[in-house]
């Protein structure tokens, strides 16, 4: 679903329109490819991205004998799983890969199967395999101690750094970043709906779709709550868990719900168009995740974070071909172009969001603002401390490159705790 407006994140669109070849049958029709297949011309409420992706640029030789394999747990009616396809068809077509050179594996749940998918994989004569599911590390593991002469990248894991498996890797990107921006929009929004007195202040509550109590989605909503707190110091939270990373159905209700709870702007971090479409359908604003949903929802969709996973990509293929070790722990960021922002929507942002954006972004840059700030949160009313505070400052993805924020901050309800 995600789909970069900007002219400069033009080649992001293109590259990733390149065909599977003889891999995976993409799927036609999908709530997923549905939210983005509007051309850029006809993004009449589009603004550029204030957060773009940066080029891939090749310098060095792919090997005649290289071939990487991609494991995911949906397909592209996921927008989580369509973010990582589009991301590798980038880098693939980028650094000039063969049909014959990647496979990707999709629908593999979290279990033997993915054991098995990784297996079938290296018998294809892979020589990186990578997953793109959290449930899938301890399968990845397994396939990772069997053949050892075989690269296992996955996304969002955290046992890397503990197992010592020298060819077992984990990755994930800053993208409390992205979420911290997305935030700041979100809080712009609250502010002009509070100035046309369609809301109080003490009304400015928001929504959020969370999958699971998991701190990569605790770690995303707390960032996206501070985002909009440092211009909307009013905002609340609520948050309705799915115990599902993609149910449409549940989804939906869950966004429904908060709506009904008073909520008027919701966000999520699950994977289908359930949220949005709720949110299109009760004129209610949204921040995605993923990518956007400006094509199936015009008038609510405001921004979207996403990571960009075709620099990992790229640097997992060239330590391949250079026979350069891989790091155990990688967490790319705005840097390195693995965090971005789509373009802003105008029929539902705020005035002024893309030059506010702009200026949190060079903050972020320069470090004049940092997401977990412990001046900026409390918990139970008390100051944060800890291992990971370092100088006022929560470090998120600094021991590992997964989240591990998991602070149940002032300001937010979680609705249920049962996943």
């Given at each position: 679903m995600k789909r970069l407006f900007a002219l400069l994140l033009a080649v992001v669109m293109v590259l990733s329109l390149v065909a599977c070849g003889n891999k995976t049958e993409d799927p036609k029709g999908t709530d997923?490819?549905?939210a983005t297949k509007a051309p850029e011309a006809d993004k009449?409420?589009?603004t550029e991205s204030p957060l773009a992706a940066k080029e891939i640029t090749k310098d060095f030789e792919v090997k005649d004998d290289f071939k990487i394999g991609f494991i995911c747990l949906h397909d592209e009616k996921s927008t989580y799983d369509k973010n990582f396809i589009d991301a590798a068809k980038e880098a693939i077509a980028a650094l000039g890969l063969k049909d014959n050179q990647y496979i990707i594996k999709t629908n593999v749940p979290e279990g033997d199967e993915c054991y098995n998918a990784a297996a079938d994989l290296v018998d294809q004569g892979c020589k990186i395999v990578f997953a793109n599911s959290?449930?899938?590390e301890d399968f990845m593991l397994k396939a990772a101690k069997e053949f050892k002469d075989v690269e296992f990248c996955h996304a969002t894991g955290y046992k890397a750094h503990l197992e010592n498996v020298a060819n077992y890797h984990n990755a994930f990107a800053?993208?409390?970043?992205g979420r911290y921006l997305a935030g700041i929009a979100a809080g712009m929004k609250l502010n002009e709906m509070i100035k046309a007195g369609k809301i109080t202040a003490e009304q400015a509550k928001m929504g959020y779709v969370g999958a699971f109590t998991y701190a990569e989605v605790i770690s995303g909503y707390s960032s996206f709550y501070l985002g909009a707190?440092?211009?909307c110091p009013t905002v609340t939270m609520d948050v309705q868990f799915t115990g599902s990373w993609y149910d449409a159905t549940e989804e939906k209700n869950a966004a429904e719900a908060l709506i009904?709870?008073?909520c008027v702007l919701i966000s999520q971090h699950a994977d289908s168009m359930g949220a949005p479409g709720a949110c299109e359908a009760a004129k209610v604003p949204n921040v995605s995740y993923n990518g956007a949903t400006y094509d199936a929802c015009p008038e609510t969709f405001i921004v979207s974070s996403r990571i960009n996973w075709a620099p990992y990509f790229a640097y997992i293929i060239k330590c391949a071909n250079t026979d350069a070790k891989i790091d155990t722990d990688w967490c790319g960021g705005i840097a390195e172009g693995s965090v971005v922002l789509t373009g802003i929507n105008e029929n539902a942002a705020a005035e002024g969001t893309l030059d506010a954006l702009k200026a949190a972004v060079e903050d972020l840059k320069t470090g004049k603002v940092k997401v977990f700030d412990t001046k900026n949160f409390t918990v139970e009313g008390k100051a944060v401390?800890?291992?990971?505070?370092?100088d006022g400052i929560f470090e998120e993805s600094k021991t590992q490159s997964a989240p591990y924020f998991e602070l149940k901050i002032d300001g937010i309800t979680r609705l249920n705790e049962k996943f």
């Open positions: 997923a490819s549905a009449k409420g589009m959290f449930g899938h800053s993208i409390y970043e707190k440092s211009v009904a709870k008073n401390t800890g291992d990971n505070v370092v």
